[in-house]
Structure formats: structure tokens, C-alpha cells
């Protein structure tokens, strides 16, 4: 139990275009997701926090603007990078609460989709 | 935010081997938590862990949040166990704030 998917995996895109990449809680409804993302060789960064239904809560420096965040239904929420540059090229991983959330903080992650802008 | 910190930073095993990997943190936890990170980038969860002692196989965690700490043991390691084990904590309603990892490659 507790599965988290992303897709896509991977993607290219070229410079100015927008991509969009989902999350989907595939076994548990997920009330609370997570973006982070990840240089090579870094750790994990938290972007922004996302609550179905209300708006998505960015962190200290993360354009919200650019990072545009949806967490339309209790499985999915998406994560559109808008005018990607080559310097938004990175690992975006999404995480779930699990599904003892009243209970527990245990985070569940994705599998992860590689961005690389052109 | 909570401060992480994750030791060594790299580590090389022969086969078999075991090895303890620690993690300290600046502040009571409701949420710790081990990850191995595989090559292909997947973070899986090994262990939540906020306090006291699980195991699963040959691995098992400590975590001791009285003392700020908590440790993963790998036991006669394998070289599937390669990759980078991630610890990560989160006090109070805050976010979960990684540590920097420990690269861990085990050689037949």
C-alpha cells in the first residue's frame, strides 16, 4: 500500500515551453502533497506544500508564479513548470501523506521525472 | 527549519560487511525517517522512525530523540544496498527537512 506515482518520468523540452508533471496517490487518497526538488549529488529542497482544494503553499524563494501548482481531487495534484529555462533542468520528486495522515507524518514519495530544457 | 546532519558522507564496504549510518538533528521530531535512494532515483522508505527501535531484515534503526540522534544498521551488506540513504525529520506542523545523505557503495 501506499503507492505514489509520477509521470512523466522524463522529459525534454525546449527553452519557453511549459511541462507538466503528475502525481497520482494510486492506492490511498491524499490529502496533502508535496513537491521537492533535487540537483545532482544534492538533497531533496521541499518547493511547495500542496492541500486539495485551497491553494498550494510555496517556500522561501520558489516563484509560484513559475511553479504552477493544482491539487484538483484527492489523488492527484500536478506541477506545470511554465517558460522553463535550461536552469529549471532537475529532479522533481513528489511525496503523499500516507494514509494514516490523522496518525502519522510518514511521507511517501514518487518515483521521480527528469526535466531537461534545451 | 530543523538542521539535519548526516555521517560520513560517503562510505565503502566490502560484501558482507556491516556499517552504522547516523543521523543528528536540531530538535524534537514528530517525524524521522530513512530513505534509500536507488540509482534510478526512487526514494524508498526504510524506516519511520520518530523514536525507539525497528527492524526489518537485515536492516534496523535506532532513533533516540532525546538525544537528537537516530542510527540505520545495514548488516552483512550487499551490493544491491548501493545508493544514497537519506535521513530526514520534521518538528511540529513544519515541513520534513532532509539531511545530506551518505553515499553508500558496497564492492563484491
Known amino acids: 500500500g501506499a503507492v505514489v506515482s509520477q509521470h512523466p518520468s522524463w522529459v525534454i523540452c525546449k527553452s519557453g515551453t511549459s511541462v507538466k508533471i503528475e502525481c497520482r496517490s494510486l492506492?490511498?487518497?491524499?490529502?496533502?502533497m508535496f513537491w521537492y526538488r533535487q540537483f545532482p549529488k544534492q538533497s531533496l529542497m521541499l518547493m511547495a506544500t500542496?492541500?486539495?482544494?485551497?491553494?498550494?503553499?510555496?517556500e522561501q524563494g520558489v516563484e509560484k508564479d513559475k511553479f504552477l501548482i493544482n491539487h484538483a481531487s484527492l489523488t492527484l495534484s500536478t506541477l506545470t513548470v511554465t517558460s522553463a529555462h535550461p536552469e529549471d533542468s532537475s529532479f522533481y520528486i513528489c511525496?503523499?501523506?500516507?494514509?494514516?495522515?490523522?496518525?502519522?507524518?510518514?511521507?511517501?514519495f514518487g518515483p521521480g521525472t527528469r526535466l531537461t530544457v534545451t | 527549519g530543523i538542521q539535519v546532519e548526516q555521517s560520513p558522507p560517503d562510505l565503502i564496504l566490502q560484501e558482507g560487511a556491516n556499517s552504522t549510518l547516523r543521523c543528528n538533528f536540531s530538535?524534537?521530531?514528530?517525524?524521522l525517517q530513512w530513505f534509500h535512494q536507488n540509482p534510478w532515483g526512487q526514494l524508498i522508505n526504510l524506516f519511520y522512525?520518530?523514536?525507539g527501535t525497528k527492524q526489518n531484515g537485515r536492516l534496523s534503526a535506532t532513533t533516540v530523540a532525546t538525544e537528537r540522534y537516530s542510527l540505520l544498521y545495514i548488516s552483512s551488506s550487499q551490493t544491491t544496498d548501493s545508493g544514497v540513504y537519506f535521513c530526514?525529520?520534521?518538528?511540529?506542523?513544519?515541513?520534513?527537512?532532509f539531511g545530506t545523505g551518505t553515499r553508500l557503495t558496497v564492492i563484491p
Open positions: 511525496s503523499a501523506l500516507g494514509p494514516l495522515a490523522i496518525t502519522s507524518y510518514e511521507q511517501y
Open positions: 492506492d490511498f487518497q491524499a490529502t496533502t
Open positions: 500542496s492541500n486539495e482544494g485551497s491553494k498550494a503553499t510555496y
Open positions: 530538535d524534537s521530531v514528530n517525524n
Open positions: 522512525i520518530p523514536s
Open positions: 530526514a525529520a520534521q518538528t511540529g506542523a513544519n515541513n520534513l527537512f
